[in-house]
């Protein structure tokens, strides 16, 4: 497999959280605005990154029994580090987002990506896999935070659309919202997914009945 | 054949998670200080700025005074000037009037003097 597929494929056919439904928590609630749900994103795809290439160097030097705490050490470090950086860049949003940034740590799809993954595969295919599992989750976060924003509050990143306090749905803000809106997201993905899928099929059937004939 | 102990079981690995602690912490602390640097380096200029606006806006505060002090100087010359102007004017009316005074004295004797 082609190393950039790795990144083409976690974005859409196998995106952490409407396919593999990881890291749904702070998806649900965080996206309450487009601008928390961008800065959560952000930092989940940077310690992502920034985790997997010392994960993946260091793959042979680190011994069987200290790979899982040495993974955790190295998340741990880039995401204090991730916090710290936001905090002195964006403090108000990241006060909005609050215990979400240090809880980057335990996130699933981060763990998974780098004790999992990163532990087996060379460099490249990681980094690139780290890049697209990120920018997967950075997308659905910052499409959940536009959609909810925009109907919930009437606003997109703090400015206001409509005239007034307009609001197109409220329920949009809610906890029960962004669920239904995450399932809707995850139907439309795999609806996608399968059409794409289904033309593949098509192409390779039109392929074999093209060699038949020519032999 | 003798069993290890945990320490031999385990030192390998404790050392590279002491040394991932390490340069973690390490990493964390660097970070917390270059943030700390940068903060204080956008005090510092911050400070510059106001200073130079300070110093900018009493210079100008001091041209003003200066030309305000200037004008004021040639106002006083002026008004001192008009003043004295004004003295001697008064002073050649009361001649004329004394002279005129004295002249109708002078018509008023001869007049006398003729009856």
């Known amino acids: 497999m082609n190393d950039h597929k790795f990144f083409t494929k976690k974005i859409l056919t196998e995106n952490p959280v409407l396919v593999m439904t990881a890291g749904i928590c702070p998806a649900v609630a965080v996206t309450e605005s487009a601008s928390s749900g961008l800065l959560l994103g952000c930092g989940t795809l940077l310690v992502l990154f920034l985790s997997s290439l010392p994960a993946t160097l260091m793959k042979n030097i680190i011994p069987e029994k200290a790979v899982c705490a040495s993974h955790m050490i190295i998340i741990a470090a880039f995401t204090a580090v991730i916090q710290m950086i936001f905090y002195s860049w964006f403090p108000q949003v990241t006060e909005e987002v609050g215990i979400f940034i240090p809880l980057i740590a335990v996130n699933c799809i981060v763990i998974e990506s780098v004790n999992g993954f990163a532990r087996n595969n060379p460099v490249l295919p990681t980094l690139f896999n780290g890049l697209g599992t990120g920018t997967g989750f950075l997308l659905v976060l910052i499409l959940m935070g536009i959609i909810r924003e925009s109907m919930g509050e009437g606003t997109l990143f703090g400015y206001s659309l409509f005239a007034g306090d307009m609001t197109l749905m409220p329920f949009a803000v809610l906890l029960p919202g962004g669920f239904f809106l995450l399932s809707l997201l995850a139907a439309l993905n795999k609806h996608i997914n399968r059409k794409t899928r289904q033309k593949e099929k098509n192409m390779t059937n039109n392929d074999r009945e093209e060699e038949k004939i020519s032999s | ?115």
């Not at chain 2, 390490?26 to 903060?39: I, S």
């Open chain 2, 1 to 115: 054949m003798k069993e290890k102990s945990f320490f031999d079981k385990y030192m390998v690995s404790l050392a590279v998670i002491i040394c991932f602690f390490v340069v973690s912490a390490g990493l964390v602390f660097g970070t917390h200080k270059l943030l700390e640097y940068a903060a204080l380096q956008k005090v510092v200029k911050e400070k510059e700025r106001t200073e130079k606006i300070i110093c900018r806006n009493s210079l100008l505060l001091l041209k003003q005074h200066v030309f305000f002090s200037e004008n004021s100087k040639k106002a006083i010359k002026a008004a001192k000037e008009k003043e004295e102007q004004e003295k001697k004017k008064d002073k050649e009316k009361d001649k004329e009037k004394k002279d005129e005074d004295k002249k109708k004295e002078d018509n008023k004797e001869k007049d006398k003097d003729n009856e």
